[in-house]
């Protein structure tokens, strides 16, 4: 069973940077299609920058030219680089598997708490 820890969230002020990590113990990461997630106050749960096994990532428009997923296969673990970041970014966010269907999606780990301050 596949057990997803996130973390590297917390509190900043509108333009700073933060770096969300993800570590999936059980599991190497390095040939599958990763995704980070995040989930505003209130609302549902979507996927925002994804990578495929290959190393080509594709980001969702809000985030797109801030945000930056990458790996490190030598820690096995994912990554969240985000810059500028806004305080439409506040949210809970989560790693997981892309490209596959809800019912192959591993169990959600606790996720990593973003907050941005105007």
């Known amino acids: 069973q596949v057990q997803l820890v996130e973390s590297g969230g917390g509190l900043v002020q509108a333009g700073e940077s933060l770096t969300l990590s993800c570590e999936a113990s059980g599991r190497v990461l390095n040939n599958t299609a990763m995704g980070w997630y995040r989930e505003p106050s209130g609302k549902k749960r979507v996927l925002i920058a994804n990578?495929?096994?290959?190393?080509?990532?594709s980001y969702a428009a809000s985030v797109k030219g801030r945000f930056t997923i990458y790996r490190d296969n030598d820690q096995n673990k994912l990554y969240l680089q985000m810059n500028r970041l806004k305080p439409e970014d506040t949210a809970v966010y989560y790693c997981?598997?892309?490209?596959?269907?809800?019912?192959?999606?591993?169990?959600w780990g606790q996720g990593t708490r973003v907050t941005v301050s105007a």
């Open positions: 990578i495929r096994a290959g190393g080509s990532a």
């Open positions: 997981n598997r892309a490209f596959v269907l809800d019912r192959e999606l591993w169990d």
